[in-house]
Every structure is written in structure tokens, then in C-alpha cells.
């Protein structure tokens, strides 16, 4: 199952809360999310890494793709 979230425009901490709520709700999957600042990516990925998912990025015009993976 895949879910996406859309965090552009927000400001730190909604992003990772948003997120955050998005994995506990998840059994496994992969979550999308899409954020257009660095700050965002690096709090997002710092929190999925440290919870134990794995975490791909993919940058396209200034924006990121941020795919957390929970097995």
C-alpha cells in the first residue's frame, strides 16, 4: 500500500508531524511525501531513519520526493 503527502508550503515542525502520524496509521507500505524545503527533508528523514524505516530521496526543480519505507 502506498500513501502520498503533500507538505509544500509548510513550515517545520507540521511536516514531521504529518508524517509521523501518516507511518503510525500504516501497517507497511511505502509513504510518499513531497517538500520543498531542505530543512523539511533533512527533519523528515532524520525522523523515519531514527524509527527505523528506510528513507529515498529524489530531488526534481527544488522540490523532494522523500519515499519512507515501512516493512
Same mark, same amino acid.
Given at each position: 500500500m502506498s500513501e502520498r503527502i503533500d507538505a509544500r508550503g *509548510?513550515?517545520?515542525p507540521q511536516?514531521? %508531524?504529518l508524517v509521523k502520524k501518516a507511518i503510525e496509521?500504516? $501497517?507497511k507500505g511505502? *509513504? $510518499?511525501v513531497l517538500v520543498d524545503t531542505v530543512a523539511s527533508k533533512e527533519n523528515i528523514s532524520r525522523m523515519a531513519r531514527n524509527a527505523g524505516y528506510e528513507v529515498m530521496v $529524489? $530531488?526534481?526543480a527544488g522540490e523532494f520526493?522523500? %519515499?519512507i519505507i515501512k516493512e
Open positions: *509548510l513550515s517545520c511536516p514531521v %508531524i496509521k500504516m $501497517e511505502n *509513504l $510518499e $529524489e $530531488e526534481k520526493l522523500l %519515499i
